[in-house]
């Protein structure tokens, strides 16, 4: 029957997502700390182009250094598949090529952020590998 | 379901890009996205670098040396511009999602802001260690 229906109607059907809210607020909030963590962030990775391994190992025995650059990644990998989404919502309409970039965007972030924070915490914790 | 539209005409869609004349809120709005694209990949280069540092120094020298290419280089000053850029045209957004800043002279204002700022904060920090005479 679905062949029948008006534009309309089949956009009445579908109804909303239920959660744009959740989404929006959570790109706000990410991105409120990130001006701060960003900004940071560049000035850290100033420091520490010039230090070498040596110098990145003392940087991040820190604890204020690993525990700011762990939030660094977490937040943004958390802000940028939100960002990713709607990036693949407004222009894939096909709902199976969708739903499947969606999930890459999500393993992507999902593993980024853990390869990151499992080898910041690593290293800080243990000291480096020589 | 219910079915109130008689209508099976097209329904009007609203203009795309190429009708428009370009300005500079357009040129921010798209750049912005784009800018947010770039820092994925800027956020897979700090995902390898902690990866090159938890894998011992031979890694780690070896992705800096790669870092400091001079193609290295390049996608880093990007990724350096697309942070500043973002983050101040991401402050816009949240300047607007308080209801403030619509005004077309406002808006225009502060779209040149954020790319300027991008673009001057980004060649600042890149040319403070020529100018400290380190590097």
Request: net charge positive; hydrophobic share 55%.
């Amino acid at each position: 029957m679905a062949g029948f229906r008006t534009p309309l109607g089949r956009a009445r059907g579908l109804g909303s997502a239920k959660h744009g809210v959740g989404h929006f607020i959570g790109q706000r909030v990410s991105a409120v700390a990130l001006v701060f963590l960003a900004l940071w962030g560049v000035w850290s990775a100033w420091t520490l182009a010039a230090g070498g391994y040596r110098g990145a190992l003392t940087w991040l025995r820190s604890p204020v250094n690993t525990a700011l650059l762990t939030l660094l990644a977490a937040v943004a990998f958390y802000h940028m598949r939100l960002g990713m989404d709607a990036i693949v919502e407004d222009y894939i309409h096909r709902p199976a090529t969708k739903a499947v970039l969606l999930i890459v965007n999500t393993f992507i972030c999902f593993g980024g952020a853990a390869v990151t924070v499992v080898c910041l915490l690593k290293v800080a914790f243990a000291g480096g590998v020589s | 379901m219910v079915e109130t539209s008689p209508s099976t005409r097209p329904r009007p869609l609203s203009p795309h890009l190429q009708v428009w004349r370009w300005h500079v809120t357009m040129a921010a709005s798209i750049l912005h996205r784009a800018t947010g694209v770039a820092l994925y990949g800027g956020a897979l280069i700090l995902a390898g670098w902690a990866l090159a540092l938890a894998s011992g120094q031979g890694a780690y020298d070896g992705y800096m040396t790669l870092l400091a290419s001079i193609p290295g280089r390049i996608v880093l000053f990007g990724v350096t511009v697309s942070v500043f850029f973002h983050m101040a045209n991401g402050v816009r957004h949240l300047a607007w999602d308080a209801g403030k800043g619509f005004e077309p002279r406002t808006a225009d204002l502060t779209a040149w802001i954020a790319l300027v700022f991008g673009l001057v904060a980004a060649v600042a920090i890149w040319a403070l260690p020529l100018a400290l005479g380190a590097r």
